[in-house]
Each structure stands twice: as C-alpha cells, then as structure tokens.
C-alpha cells in the first residue's frame, strides 16, 4: 500500500510540472505576439509617416493647362460694332450695371460704355484693373478713353484645358492671397478648434455623436479639417472603420510635421466646390471663378458665405439646382460668421438680402471649339510631354479670334440650310480662317456641328487638290514658251478634266 501511495503522488507531481510549465510558455508567446503586433504597428505609422510627408513636401496637385483666346485689343479707330463688344464682354461674364464701379462691371449710356476691367497678366506684363471710357459710333471706335488712352486691353477668353486622367481642376492660391475672412468662416463652420487640436478633436466627436444619437441619423461630422484634408488629398471616400482609423493615424502625423498655415492652406485648395461637365471644381480659387466669375480677393461676404457652404455638399447646395437650398444654408453661414463676431449685425442683415449673385453662365463648356484645341494640341505635343500639360500649369495664349469664329459657324450654318434644302443628304463642312500677312489661323471649324469633338475635317480629311493647282499648271506651261502662250488652246479633253475638277471644289461644302 505504500508502494501504490508514493506512486501516486509521484505521478500526480509529474501531472503538476506540465501545467506549470505551459503556463509560462502562454506567457511568451502572448509576450511574443505583442512584441510582432508592436513591430508592425510601427511599421505600419512609418509607412503612413512617409506617405505623408512625400505627397505634402512634394508636388501636391496636378494642375492642367489653360488655353486662351485672342485678347480683343481696344484702340481709337478700331473697326467695331457694338453688338461685337458686348457679345465679348458677356462672354467674359462682365455684368451690366446702371454704374461700374468694380472689375468685371460695365455700364452703358447711349453709344458710351464704362468698363472697369478686371486686369490679367498676359504673357508680356500684367494688366491691373482700370477703369475706361469707350464710345462707338458707326461701328468704330470713336473715344478711348482711361489708365490707358492708347489702347485697353480685355482679358481672354478661356477657351478649354488639358486636364490630368482624374478630371481635376483647380487655381491654386497661396495662404497670403486668400481674405482673411475666408479662413476665419472656414474654421468657424467647419472646425472651431481647429488651433487647439492635434489632428481630431475628441470633444467634437463626441458633439457628433450625442448629435446623431438624439437625431436617429447622421446629421453631423466630427471630423476636423486636418481629418477632411487627410480623407480628401490621402485616402478613398470608403465609409469604413479601417479607412477612419488610417484618417486619424494620419491627421496626427501632419499636424506633427507641418504648421496649421500649411494644412489650412493645402485645404483651401484642395476642397471640391462642384461639377461643371466632366471637370472637378477643386479649392477656393477656381470655386470663386466658377460661381462668381471673379478672383477670390474680390469676393463679398454673402459671396464668401455661400462658397463655405459648398463645402457640406456642393451638389446638395448647387445654387443652380437648388437655389432655395442653397441660399437656407449660405443664411446659415452668415448667422455662424456673426456668432463668432466675424462681421457686425448690420453686414449679417445686408448679406442675408443679397440674392446668390451666381454667374449667368454656370455650365459654359470650355470645349465651345474642338476643332481648334484638336490644332493646338497636335503643336503642343511636338514640344511638350503629355504629363507637363497634364500637371505644370502653363498658360497658352492662342490666336484664335472668338469673333471671327462666331462669323465662322454663322456662314456655315447659313449656307448649308440653304445647300440642305436641296440636297438629298446632309451636307458636311469645314473651315480654317487665317490672318493676312501674318497667316495666323483665327478660326477652325472641323463639322457641320461646330461643337462636334470627334472627326476634324479641317485638319484630316482628304480632298482633291481642284483649282489649287492651277498655278503651278499655268507656271509650267509659261516656262515653255515654245509650247504654250496666253493664247494657246488647251484641247477639249484636257478641258473637261480640268472642268471636272473644279466642280468638285466649287462647293465649299463636301459630303464626307
């Protein structure tokens, strides 16, 4: 019995051992797991760390090329009409006013007109806004009159872009040339502790969530504007719990690196303001182009007030779709710039009856001449790589006369009405109209449809050469005076082929 007693307690020792030891190798390997966990967490924010960093520091925006008209030059005795420069100052979004008296405002008087010019800078030296005095009288420029007298020079017309795969647009403005009254509503709206925080801010997701509980809905955001550049310039619009965890890490780590001036700056221009056509309306700078049609330094307050609210949803708030809409939360805007001691209680109730004020013209398409961009691109791609017109911002200055272009398509269109109407099909057609002496080319027209993107029959369609060579047939037969004189006779079968060809090139119109 003995014996049997001390085997047992021996076995049940060596039962014992076993659950000791495992007890110290769960520790291990939970320590281990930590350590591997710990590794790749950091590895993972290294990684994050350096995204960051690479994109701020570097070239962050992809910004596309403008392309521009012909600047319409303005001088005493100039040859034109009064419809022509209204038509050219409508087109550049001027208002008529019963007085101007700011850049982009014309008013007329008579056979007067006073023009306060916007200013540009072209490519010789920029222009700033004046104000002038210009008077027409039987279609020609009688008075001239200003900053300038010797001539005015309008700015161009935009005539289209070349933009990066992404469809991205934006004007890119630096922090000391955006109103100060801008940032503040910014922050005011979108992050009031946007100086105190370090990329989120606890109390406002906690302000969001109780908001959203009480609602039954999301009906706010606790994101901060470091988090909104972050989801914007960095990351998808996935909802996702990954996505919002990166977007946090993330936020700390640029508020780490760079200034709040950096981050508010490269939000400022990074923010999307709405959709004109397949082009993304991007930052501040273009935002103000595109609903006001004028610099973002110029802008008013009701003007700043409803650029602030496109921020929540620019579709939502589209001031052309939904102006009702729109103007509920621009009011919204200007009571928050007025709680926050922005402007006084009699600027908050001159703002609130102000109208939108948006352009007339809020889908002009910049591809109203396709036949001549297709022109300018074909040169631009001789000399510059496809990725610099995507993305470095040059400015090309064009000679194409938005005048003479108009007069362009309004033969076109009149001669083929009257071509169609005996024809059994329709009719294409195509022009290039060039200068004299200069051979500059002023107008193209590459279809019937002068808007049409596709085929350019201007530039590739293949014709007889008709009564082109003449001129050299007629200098080959001079220079063999032997044979031919003014008065010889060209045979009848000769004649014909000649008669031939000349009657396919009568018609200025060919059906291709």
Do not use: C
């Amino acid at each position: 019995m003995q014996i049997f007693t001390t085997s047992n307690a021996y076995m049940a020792t060596r039962r014992r051992r076993p659950a000791h030891k495992n007890n110290w190798l769960s520790m291990g390997l939970i320590v281990k797991l930590f350590l591997f966990a710990t590794v790749l967490v950091g590895a993972w924010v290294l990684y994050l760390d350096i995204t960051v960093r690479q994109k701020f520091d570097g070239k962050k925006w992809a910004v596309p090329a403008r392309v521009y008209a012909q600047a319409l030059n303005i001088y005493q005795g100039l040859s034109l009409s009064a419809d022509e420069l209204e038509h050219e100052l409508k087109a550049l979004g001027y208002r008529f006013v019963s007085h101007a008296q700011a850049p982009g405002q014309v008013s007329k008087s008579g056979h007067q007109y006073q023009i306060f010019t916007r200013g540009f800078a072209f490519w010789d030296k920029t222009e700033q806004p004046s104000y002038y005095r210009v008077a027409i009288e039987e279609n020609q420029v009688s008075e001239l009159a200003g900053a300038d007298n010797l001539s005015l020079r309008l700015e161009p017309q935009e005539i289209g872009s070349i933009y990066p795969s992404h469809g991205e647009d934006r004007i890119i403005v630096p922090l000391e040339q955006v109103p100060p009254l801008l940032g503040e509503t910014l922050i005011a709206v979108e992050d009031k502790h946007f100086a105190r925080h370090h990329g989120i801010s606890l109390k406002g997701i906690a302000r969001a969530v109780v908001a959203n509980l009480k609602a039954g809905g999301l009906v706010q955001g606790g994101s901060t504007i470091t988090q909104q550049l972050v989801k914007n310039f960095y990351l998808s619009h996935e909802r996702s719990l990954w996505r919002k965890i990166q977007e946090a890490v993330m936020s700390l780590l640029l508020e780490r690196h760079y200034t709040k001036a950096d981050i508010l700056e490269a939000y400022i221009n990074e923010v999307y303001l709405g959709q004109s056509g397949p082009r993304a309306i991007h930052g501040f700078g273009l935002g103000a182009q595109h609903y006001f049609n004028r610099p973002l330094k110029r802008l008013q307050i009701h003007q700043i007030a409803l650029l602030v609210s496109s921020v929540k949803g620019a579709s939502y708030y589209n001031p052309w779709r939904h102006p009702k809409r729109a103007k509920q939360r621009r009011d919204l805007v200007l009571r928050l710039m007025a709680d926050s001691q922005l402007i006084t209680a009699t600027q908050l109730n001159q703002a609130i009856r102000q109208p939108l004020g948006v352009s007339d013209f809020p889908h002009k398409q910049q591809g109203d001449y396709p036949a001549f961009l297709d022109l300018v691109k074909r040169q631009l791609q001789r000399d510059y790589r496809p990725e610099d017109l995507q993305s470095e911002g040059l400015r090309i200055f064009t000679t194409l006369s938005p005048s003479v272009q108009r007069y362009t398509e309004h033969a076109i269109k009149g001669n083929l009405q009257g071509l169609n109407q005996r024809a059994a099909s329709d009719i294409q057609a195509a022009a290039v109209v060039t200068a004299v002496g200069s051979g500059e080319v002023l107008a193209v027209v590459g279809d019937r449809n002068p808007r049409f993107s596709g085929f350019n029959r201007a530039l590739d369609a293949e014709r007889q050469v008709g009564s082109l060579v003449k001129p050299f047939v007629y200098l080959t037969a001079f220079m063999q005076p032997q044979h031919y004189q003014l008065s010889s006779v060209v045979p009848l079968a000769q004649n014909k082929i000649a008669k031939h060809r000349y009657s396919m090139t009568v018609m200025p119109y060919s059906a291709i």
